[in-house]
């Protein structure tokens, strides 16, 4: 008799409307109940009964009341739902179509599902995996959650899922792009190409590289100075910036690297056949020829021109470092002119690397971690593979070359797709300060460290650290890098411009600057510019590109390391990043990322205590951890269907704090 009762209802809406009400993100648990989270330090119980409203990530407005002598949550307002489009599996309730999203915190959460017009529902099965949009929100006033089914990616044991699921979820193409039947030279009629396919240019890549874009010649010259020339492959011959194909091209950005395969910007009779400079295959070619002196100096002979070239040798990465390194290798001997090539190029990767150390900034070396997969998509093994001689020698030759381009763009045009970084947060430089420098000791200032010339200075100085610590900590208070159509500096690399076009058969970015390029050899105006979106839009490709990458390799490392808790098998673990709950670890042995769980570090709260803000784990209040440090783990669990690591240390804390991590 009082369910619809006017007044009744009209008091219980003046009662919450004098609640207080707080803003927050949902955060689920795999117990029904969860919390709003106003803020790093502020949070909400919220009962299950109150969790059918809404779902992890979402951001509400929620009334709190007391309950049971206890403050919970009720959220009320939808601000803005975590779930729009979304990938999720198949789940047959009665015969009825259900989705479960494909996220730790919301696998448990079937939503009622129909599958979009001209789709059968009948091609459907349980465990399948599609792609869905939620259309009904019970903070929106629906009932319930409703979603629409607008794909199927694949069945459900299909052992590449992880590569169509992958691509699907960050809305990125799974196959390259369709070509044409009739490729044509399309080069400015008053373009002259040279005729260099007598210079002995080599190639020098991965045993399985197809889509080969630069070739490398250098030799010495009488003042012992060392004249380098770079020639690049160029699609840009074949497309033109009014062709489909060039849409196509900055619609993907990137060809897009994944373990084990690859999804190519260009067509692949393009990118693999037509533009790659092949052994004893003529090729149109972009070059650039300049001095590097015996310093490691780059001259002021920078030279841009169109030829055809031709690769005399089709060399490989660690047939060339075994040589180079040892002085001989089973697999590759070179005759006399290659040989003397090479020897020029390793020449001037020292003399460059040399100069880098001293003037700007070098990288530390850190191995890339390669699957080798079977023709079933299993993993066969997890290689490290460290940045060999024959590596740094044509990674030093393309830095040379991009500084080159940076260098003529501005010149001519003040223009062009430049790979900028502007070092430190400005309202973060007060911070690095007091963490590098904070009795003053070091000549490093707020003011010097803003400036690239003193960004450099410091990054050369924490290389030399014997701990990565101040590293950890203070790369977290630089920028992020950007591709702008301004000249501006590079701190990261410390390098004052830095313009890249030595890859346009794999980057959209590098195929702009081609035209400048040309543009510039012609005495023309640019035949294209980078319009003011062209950044954003690279970096967005970029973006998602890395974070797929990185979601194969998960799904790749949970597979192939499911067995490891039985095993027992112990890793090395490096610490990358610490949080309230626990730290995440790099396996330095497969490059898989791992979380310690503070429970499994040590399980009695009150001993134990995490600092975010600064890096560390302690002990009874001693620093037992922090960023940086390496410790012996074993897996204590794998989650194939979250794709995710739990470790925990080999090292056993004692009941009363009488030892350290170090003792052991």
Known sequence: MFQDNPLLAQLKQQIQENLPKKEGTIKATDK?????EVDSKTSFFIPPPYMKKCMHGDKVIAIIRTEKEKEVAEPEELIEQNLTRFIGRVKMFKGKLNVAPDHPQLKKQSLKAKVKKGLNPEHFAEGDWVVANLIRHPL???NSFFVEITEKITDANDKIAPWWVTLAENDLPNSEPAGIDNWQLKDDESLTRADMTHIPFVTIDGESTKDMDDALYAESTESGDIKLTIAIADPTAYITPDDKMDNVARERGFTIYLPGRNIPM??????????SLLEN?????????????????????????????????????DHVSDWLETGSSNEWQPNEQIAAVVKNLHRLSQVRANWRETNAVVFPDRPDYRFELSEDNDVIAIHADLRRTANRLVEEAMITANICAGIALNKAFESGVFSSHAGFKPEKLKDVIE???????????????????????????????????????????????????????????????????????????DMVNHRMLKSMILGKAPLQKPDEKLGEELAIHKKHHKIAERSVSDWLYARTLAEEPKKGTKFTGEIFDINRAGMRIRLLENGASAFVPGSLILDNKARISMNAEEGTISIDNDVNYKLGD??????????????????????????TNTETPSDS
């Not at 780059?298 to 690769?311: H, L």
């Not at 460290?449 to 100085?461: P, S, V």
């Not at 950007?482 to 346009?504: I, R």
């Open 32 to 36: 029904g109940f969860g919390f709003l």
């Open 266 to 275: 260009l067509p692949r009779e393009l990118a693999d056949e037509m533009c």
């Open 435 to 509: 963490l590098v420098n904070p009795n003053g000791e070091l000549p490093f200032t707020e003011e010097s460290i803003a400036t690239l010339e003193g960004f450099a200075a410091l990054r050369r100085w924490l290389s030399q650290q014997d701990t990565s610590y101040l590293d950890n900590r203070i790369r977290k208070h630089q920028t992020y890098s950007e591709m702008s159509a301004k000249p501006l500096p590079h701190y990261a690399m410390g390098l004052e411009l830095y313009a890249t076009w030595t890859s346009p058969i794999r980057k959209y970015g």
């Open 630 to 655: 390496t410790l012996e783990v074993v897996l204590a669990d794998v989650n194939i269907e979250n794709r995710s690591l739990v470790a925990k240390p080999t090292y056993v804390f004692a009941e």
């Open 281 to 317: 295959e003529v090729r149109p070619a972009l070059c650039c020829s300049v001095t590097v002196h015996h310093d490691g100096t780059i001259g002021e002979d920078i030279e841009f021109f169109a030829a055809n070239i031709k690769s005399h040798a089709r060399l490989v990465y």
């Open 140 to 142: 929106k006033g629906d």
